[in-house]
């Protein structure tokens, strides 16, 4: 039998290295490949019900009738301009509401008389719905790009905070005293025992806030935008296209999946470390 030591010394060889990298990889394509059966059988389901002609298609076009609209939007250059000031409404208020959730939720974590004097309140506010924010934010910053990016950081700012404050607040114990009793300094204590504990929370947490800001998002360009994919949906509900509406919700989807992967893999190599069931695996 080959002992763990042996194992891991194969492991640390570059053979080894480029072994576990292609199985990495493989395993990420199979998660994509198979991420990819639910929609793309639900796609050609619908695309053949309507050529069959068991529905007509109009109020839920199918995926033809979809793929026409982006490209027509694509040729026209909207679609590029649409996307563009969404995804930099989106970025501006994932950076500034994961910013401040970070920052408000170590505080209240780490110190019992913060989280005592800051978390009931802003569970209530948490408790507020998103539309709710939109007059008062119009009435504040006006109708331009503030109170949208103000409304998306908001969205995003909640489960950061929730997160990060839970991770910290839930720490070991035990693994607190093991740091003491090695005499780690406070920056170590933080480095070695704290941030690992937190890390894994964190990135849910990340997660959590940008899919809330895609959402958010919606709403914010409910409010006066004369660009933007929730434009193009009030533009096709005024002007009653079914298409318009439909490609830019497909649109989000994508969006939406697409940011998410990113910060999955931006998030990765600093988790590397756990030893759990699904490491490893696509997420």
């Known amino acids: 039998m080959v002992a763990d030591a042996d194992i891991a010394a194969l492991d640390a060889t570059p053979s080894g290295r480029a072994r576990a990298q292609a199985a990495g990889s493989a395993r990420r394509w199979r998660g994509v490949g198979l991420g990819l059966i639910v929609p793309v059988i639900a796609a050609v389901g619908w695309e053949f019900f309507v050529r069959a002609g068991l529905s007509d298609g109009r109020l839920v076009p199918p995926p033809s009738r979809i793929v026409e609209t982006f490209s027509n939007l694509a040729a026209t250059g909207e679609l590029t301009r649409h996307t563009a000031a969404t995804v930099l409404r989106v970025a501006v208020g994932f950076g500034l509401g994961a910013a401040a959730g970070t920052l408000f939720g170590a505080i209240a974590g780490y110190s019992a008389l913060a989280r005592s004097l800051v978390d009931p309140t802003l569970q209530a506010l948490r408790a507020i719905p998103s539309i709710a924010w939109v007059p008062l934010f119009i009435l504040w910053l006006g109708i331009f790009e503030a109170s949208k990016v103000a409304l998306i950081a908001v969205g995003v700012f909640f489960p950061v905070y929730l997160g990060v404050m839970a991770a910290i607040a839930s720490v070991d114990r035990k693994i607190v005293e093991v740091g003491r009793i090695f005499r780690l300094t406070g920056p170590a204590m933080v480095r070695r025992i704290l941030l690992p504990a937190v890390l894994p929370s964190f990135v849910v947490s990340l997660r959590a ?55 999955v893999a931006i998030t990765a190599p600093f988790l590397r470390w756990e030893d759990v069931v699904a490491h490893g695996e696509a997420r």
Do not use: H, R, S
Request: no cysteine; charged share 10%.
């Open 209 to 263: 806030g940008l899919g809330l800001g895609w959402m958010f998002v919606v709403a914010a360009e409910f409010m006066g935008a004369a660009e933007g994919l929730g434009y193009l949906l009030v533009d096709g509900q005024q002007l009653g296209k079914p298409t318009q509406i439909v490609a830019a919700i497909v649109a989000f989807a994508i969006l939406g999946k697409t940011t998410d992967w990113i910060l």
